[in-house]
């Protein structure tokens, strides 16, 4: 356990378990909480092809401190898609959700998404952009 003079004249210190109680019940040292650090997310989000031609494009997002994943597919799902990782709640970075329109549209149109306009950046809506193309 973690104690501290009342007065914090002095730095916090550990102890065990029974010679804490007795310091603390003597009422001349309190508990000291332990401070939990956040995590600091690192996201990657991505547009990739259907896993068969004939599947539509999806979203899939990826957070490399806490290693979460998510793939999300549909019409609105640019707008609509939430990530939760790392206590935080990270929605579909523009510059993404504008490549994933042109990636439905091209796909509904004909084209599998598989042509050269998939080489999307990565993006963390957090971060900025990631190292290189996927």
């Not at 000291?32 to 092809?49: D, G, H």
């Not at 091209?106 to 996927?134: E, V």
Request: some cysteine.
């Amino acid at each position: 356990m973690e104690l501290q003079d009342k007065e914090r004249k002095h730095e916090p210190f550990d102890c065990a378990a029974g010679m804490a109680a007795g310091l603390f019940a003597s009422g001349a040292f309190i508990k000291v909480k332990p401070v939990i650090k956040q995590a600091i997310p690192n996201t990657t989000w991505e547009i990739r092809a259907g896993e068969k031609v004939e599947w539509p494009p999806y979203l899939y997002c990826f957070c490399a401190t806490c290693a979460s994943r998510q793939h999300s597919e549909g019409p609105t799902v640019h707008k609509t898609a939430k990530f939760l990782h790392c206590g935080v709640v990270e929605s579909c970075p523009p510059e993404i959700a504008k490549h994933y329109v042109k990636a439905r549209d091209d796909f509904k149109g004909g084209n599998d998404g598989r042509g050269p306009y998939y080489l999307i950046p990565t993006h963390s809506a957090l971060g900025g952009c990631g190292a290189g193309w996927r």
